[in-house]
């Protein structure tokens, strides 16, 4: 069965970093485009940052490039969510998805696959 399981999120204060993780199990991991969402009281999913099976293609949405990264380690079937100079306007529910067949995307409609999602809350 295929799971996306998120974590690392909470509270932090504006300019602080959190990283989260989105541990998968039940499929061939490197065949899949993995991305984060995040949604927003009020507001629709939007695409943050997506990267192909193999690592070699990474979209970012522009709101959070230069702050963001998302690096994957094939090997622990995980991919992570680095978040730095975090804003009051970055606070959501954080989601991974997986899609088998796209290389890069940052379309929610593209993403079959999703998590329960991750708190994270920006705030002094």
């Known amino acids: 069965q295929l799971q996306l399981v998120e974590s690392g999120g909470g509270l932090v204060r504006p300019g602080g970093s959190l990283r989260l993780s989105c541990a998968t199990s039940g499929f061939p991991f490197d065949e899949y485009l993995i991305a984060w969402f995040r949604q927003a009281p009020g507001k629709g999913r939007e695409g943050v940052s997506c990267i192909s099976g193999l690592g070699e293609t990474t979209e970012y949405v522009d709101a959070v490039k230069g702050r963001f990264s998302i690096p994957r380690d094939n090997a622990k079937n995980t991919v992570y969510l680095q978040m730095n100079d975090l804003k009051p306007e970055d606070t959501a529910v954080y989601y991974c998805?997986?899609?088998?067949?796209?290389?890069?995307?940052?379309?929610?409609?593209?993403?079959?696959?999703w998590g329960q999602g991750t708190q994270v809350t920006v705030s002094s």
């Open positions: 998805a997986a899609s088998r067949y796209f290389v890069s995307s940052l379309r929610a409609r593209d993403y079959y696959y």
